[in-house]
């Protein structure tokens, strides 16, 4: 995703969503496509928070604090809210090096990531019967290709 700017904090958050896409590739050439996964999933919350505080401070006209508490579905509702989730996939996207147009539209698949790294808890992983080390490169890539989806549309909306 491209970088944003303009804030202290949007900056801050800015940096940590390039570790973990950073993270995600380092574990994808491990071959470690589980925790690939959960780092990208981690990116997807940091990515929607950077973009909030960038918009939002922008649109306010000044530094906005972090919250003290938010998590990733509280994030996904005001980006829903907001409607910065629904760009449309027919345009060449920011997201990517060659500017393929996404293969979803954010909306539709943001809440899959959220289910799909709550997996994280293995309380949950345990009760939905879910294996961790059943993860393959192939499941990796559709959620790096719904991941790209939803960077595109933070991107188009800028």
């Known amino acids: 995703m491209g970088k944003l700017t303009g804030t202290r904090h949007g900056d801050a958050a800015n940096d940590v ?3 973990y896409t950073d993270k995600t590739s380092e574990l994808e050439e491990a071959g470690q496509y589980f925790m690939a996964a959960v780092a990208l999933g981690f990116a ?3 990515a929607i928070l950077t973009y909030l505080l960038v918009e939002f401070g922008d649109e306010n006209g000044g530094e ?4 003290d508490s938010v998590n990733l579905s509280e994030l996904i509702e005001t980006a829903n809210e907001i409607d910065v989730l629904r760009a449309p996939i027919d345009v060449p996207s920011h997201s990517n090096d060659g500017n393929a147009p996404p293969k979803h539209v954010a909306q539709e698949v943001v809440e899959k990531i959220r289910a799909f790294r709550n997996l994280i808890h293995p309380a949950r992983a345990l009760k939905k019967g879910y ?7 192939e499941q990796l890539k559709e959620f790096k290709d ?5 960077t595109h ?6």
């Open 17 to 19: 969503l390039v570790f």
């Open 44 to 46: 997807l919350e940091t």
């Open 64 to 67: 906005l604090k972090v919250p």
């Open 131 to 137: 294996d961790p080390r059943t993860f393959t490169k």
């Open 146 to 150: 719904m991941y790209q989806s939803v």
């Open 153 to 158: 549309s933070l991107l188009y909306f800028l």
